[in-house]
């Protein structure tokens, strides 16, 4: 199947969204992140931890993601590694967005744009990354991983979203 456009939720599905998955999400940054992206989303008013905060810098994946789990949080990381379902299982999962633009040090454009999107779409719904993995592979391409599904998506310059249909 093609692309096609994201067809947007209604008044009534976004209420619906809303209830079921109310609650501001709560995250925790990798250390391959920096410090400056658990400020920034800090400053935007989000509970947000650093793992050197915490004490988790040097630490093993395993050890990050069981933290962000037992806290109930969000992971933010440039590591792919995490995207490893047999290493890192849905069913053990805060909910972990790869932001891979800016991994080189070199684009914070991209950075941020990713961030934002991630936020955006569902900043004030923790209990919907439960279990999810964001890959956001450029400032335009996202892709979502849960249990059941895998999800494309693909913004392009000045226009609706758009999801690849299986």
Request: aromatic fraction near 10%; hydrophobic fraction near 35%.
């Amino acid at each position: 199947m093609p692309w096609v456009k994201l067809k947007l939720p209604t008044d009534e599905e976004r209420r619906v969204f809303d209830a079921e998955y109310r609650g501001k999400a709560r995250s925790l940054v990798d250390e391959s992140m920096g410090k400056t992206v658990a400020e920034i989303l800090q400053a935007s008013g989000y509970n947000t931890k650093y793992v050197g905060d915490e004490n988790l810098e040097g630490r093993s994946d395993e050890d990050v993601l069981a933290f962000a789990w037992k806290d109930n949080r969000i992971l933010i990381t440039h590591d792919p590694d995490f995207l490893d379902n047999r290493q890192f299982p849905p069913n053990r999962n805060p909910g972990i967005v790869l932001i891979r633009p800016g991994s080189s040090g070199h684009d914070n454009h991209g950075l941020l744009v990713c961030l934002t999107k991630a936020i955006q779409m569902a900043g004030d719904n923790a209990k919907w990354f439960l279990g999810k993995k964001l890959d956001f592979s450029s400032e335009s391409n996202l892709t979502i991983t849960s249990q059941r599904a895998r999800q494309r998506f693909i913004w392009e310059k000045n226009d609706d979203p758009m999801v690849w249909e299986d």
